[in-house]
RNA sequence: GGCGGCGUAGCUCAGCUGGUUAGAGCGUGGGCUUCAUAAUCCCGAGGUCGCAGGUUCGAGUCCUGCCGCCGCUACCA
């Protein structure tokens, strides 16, 4: 059987901020558990992510806390880079849209893109209507202007949407606009722009998301909540045309030789999706594939494109996204022909995490209001496991879920702990105490053995079965419904009252357990990846251990054992919150 | 307004194309055990599956209406 090969993209984070719990939910826990499962059953896997620097985000950032965008964007790349790898969440690269070393490539592949789209006659040059400011020479962006909304009076709306009454409008129809650049009034001009005709691929587009319905026709699970907002919004309201073009500096500059392309940029969600190629082009670079080492996973339809994102990317993932690729085809055909950028075998989506404190009410995760967890702030006073398995259970697969702390730490203490950190302690210490720590022969096994090494085998093909549909909070619940059985088993076979009158009875159930534990270490290896190594550590097994086929294969009687440790902390809910 | 989602045991959630007594984890009540970070394991209690209709031999599962919460509506994962 030949190598399956997928290209992993998580979310490019705005390189304005710091990442928080709500961030990891979405996107990078749930990818990062994807990529180690496939490379565990043998994949080819990419796994890419990088800033998205450009556009008016970092902008208005770097402009209120006085600093040059270059400098703010630089800086939280490289903080995001560090809590990722805090995390274990390891790309093969994170790049940056407009970090010095990935910015040529990345201009060079967004306007080779757009280009090519111009090419192709799918653009649409047209003048709109646009606020102007007069005092800093410049077109506004919607959220760089402030006035009355035009529905409910209030005073302080922005151009684009009230967050009074929640209406979204267009910046022209703010009453009494005020640039938030100079506090003057500015003044509506004429700007052109490139816009995308959406409306022409519309159809295509449709077809190619009715045929994901069928999960067997089109070989991934698609999850309702992406289908469904996508469709839907086909359906309800077509697809206009839209402007990939903004009058801005910071950003990729439009490739047009045009006059009127002139001071402007394209689009940050033009070039953002991009970035995706871009930095895969980056990395094949770095390893020797050479420039067009990119097309091997971008353009060749044995390799799966999956994108991992938060529900508030999912209709520009699978609507607009993909109708940037269709554009630059040369026939029109669905999923693209051996040489034409292939459209997502599938756009995984989680909903947003909110977020409850402690005899407090559940909120929105809100960097203002002080609401969010910071992974940095985490990650000095506790493991990363313990987070990624949390982020799994509660993952906000289907609809919204809370991260809760008491529950955190309940989960930490309930489950990791007791079911799964117990476990193996508990197996560990009777193989050393007992056995010289070599594990004991398997003996005449009955009904009840042979049950237990069943469920092992039936835990790693269920497990399987959900991440391959990346149904991670399904896979967790069968791998911790493994630790369960183990414990259930141990207590039931008694090893610690037969060591006293029949040890080859004990060493069978024992050797049965060590089994056990060593298919755990497996399957857990995918969402606790620090935690399997320790296990690893533990029952000395070599480099393959997380290798998926073999996680139910036995090892011999007389393997020794590494030494023990603990593998999971307690956490106490004084020292966490404060006494 | 349009589109979409959610509403199932005290809590967090599973329930695929409708089919035997509605499930899991946590919590709670009771019990066994001692190898284990007083962890484990067993047993039990606890649900008119938001409300009201409808389709069907049969609906948590499909349809209609309603109520409540939420998201999107193109520069906040």
């Given at each position: 059987m030949p190598r399956r090969r997928f290209l992993i993209t998580a979310a490019l984070p705005y390189s304005n901020g710091r990442l928080h719990v709500g961030h990891i939910a979405g996107a990078y826990v749930p990818a990062d558990i994807y990529v180690r499962y496939l490379r565990a059953t043998g994949a080819d896997v990419r796994f890419i992510c990088g800033s998205d620097?450009?556009?008016v985000a970092a902008l208005k950032t770097a402009r209120e806390q006085n600093r040059a965008v270059e400098e703010l964007t630089a800086h939280y790349n490289a903080s995001q880079q560090r809590d990722f790898a805090g995390l274990g969440i390891e790309f093969d690269i994170f790049g940056g849209t407009h970090q010095p070393e990935y910015v040529d490539i990345h201009e060079r592949f967004s306007q080779d893109f757009f280009l090519k789209i111009h090419e192709k006659g799918l653009f649409t040059k047209r003048t709109a209507e646009q606020l102007y400011d007069l005092e800093a020479k410049q077109f506004l962006p919607d959220r760089f202007v402030r006035g009355t909304c035009p529905?409910?009076?209030?005073?302080?709306?922005?151009g684009d949407q009230c967050?009074?009454?929640?209406r979204s409008m267009d910046?022209?129809?703010?009453?009494h606009p005020v640039s938030m650049l100079s506090g003057t009034t500015p003044e509506l001009r004429k700007t052109i722009h490139w816009y995308l005709r959406l409306d022409r691929l519309q159809s295509r587009l449709s077809s190619w998301l009715a045929g994901k319905k069928d999960a067997r026709a089109c070989g991934a699970v698609w999850r309702p909540t992406v289908l469904n907002q996508s469709l839907g919004r086909i359906e309800s309201e077509g697809l206009p045309e839209r402007a990939m073009?903004?009058?801005?500096?910071?950003?990729?500059?439009?490739?047009?030789?045009?006059?009127?392309?002139?001071?402007k940029s394209l689009y940050v969600w033009f070039d953002a999706p991009i970035g995706y190629v871009s930095f895969t082009a980056a990395l094949c670079k770095q390893q020797g594939e050479?420039?067009?080492?990119y097309a091997h996973w971008w353009?060749?339809?044995?390799c799966k494109v999956v994108h991992f994102i938060g529900e508030d990317n999912i209709v520009f993932h699978a609507i607009t996204w993909p109708a940037m690729m269709l554009a630059t085809?040369?026939?029109?055909?669905?999923?693209?022909?051996?040489g034409e950028y292939q459209l997502p075998h599938n756009v995984v989506a989680n909903s947003f995490l909110n977020i409850k404190f402690p005899g407090k009410e559940e909120e929105k995760i809100s960097k203002s209001r002080g609401s969010a967890i910071w992974i940095e702030d985490y990650l000095k006073s506790f493991d990363p496991d313990p987070l990624r398995y949390y982020l799994t259970a509660?993952?906000?697969?289907a609809a919204r879920t809370a991260f809760d702390l008491d529950d955190f730490i309940a989960r930490n203490n309930g489950?990791?702990?007791?079911a799964l950190g117990n476990f193996f302690n508990r197996t560990m210490t009777f193989v050393h105490n007992y056995f010289d720590g070599k594990v004991p022969p398997a003996g005449q096994r009955d009904e009840q053995d042979g049950r237990q090494l069943e469920r092992r085998i039936q835990a790693r093909d269920r497990a399987g079965e959900e991440l391959e549909a990346c149904h991670f909070k399904a896979a967790l619940g069968e791998v911790m419904a493994l630790a369960r059985a183990g414990n259930a088993y141990f207590d039931a076979t008694k090893p610690f009252l037969s060591r006293k009158n029949d040890m080859a009875a004990c060493g069978r159930a024992v050797n049965v357990c060590f089994q056990t534990a060593r298919t755990l270490t497996a399957l857990i290896a995918p969402f606790l990846p620090f935690t399997a190594d320790r296990c690893a550590g533990m029952l000395n097994?070599?480099?393959?251990?997380?290798?998926w086929a073999s996680a139910a294969d036995e090892l011999p009687e007389g393997h020794r054992l590494g030494p023990t440790q603990l593998l999971i902390k307690k956490l106490d809910p004084k020292e966490v919150f404060g006494s």
């Open positions: 620097d450009n556009g529905h409910c009076a209030n005073d302080q709306a922005f967050e009074e009454c929640g910046q022209t129809g703010l009453i073009t903004r009058d801005l500096t910071w950003g990729v500059p439009v490739p047009l030789d045009d006059p009127d392309a002139k001071g050479g420039a067009d080492g353009k060749d339809p044995d085809h040369d026939s029109d055909s669905l999923q693209g022909k051996l509660v993952a906000p697969e489950e990791l702990l007791n097994l070599g480099e393959g251990y997380r290798n």
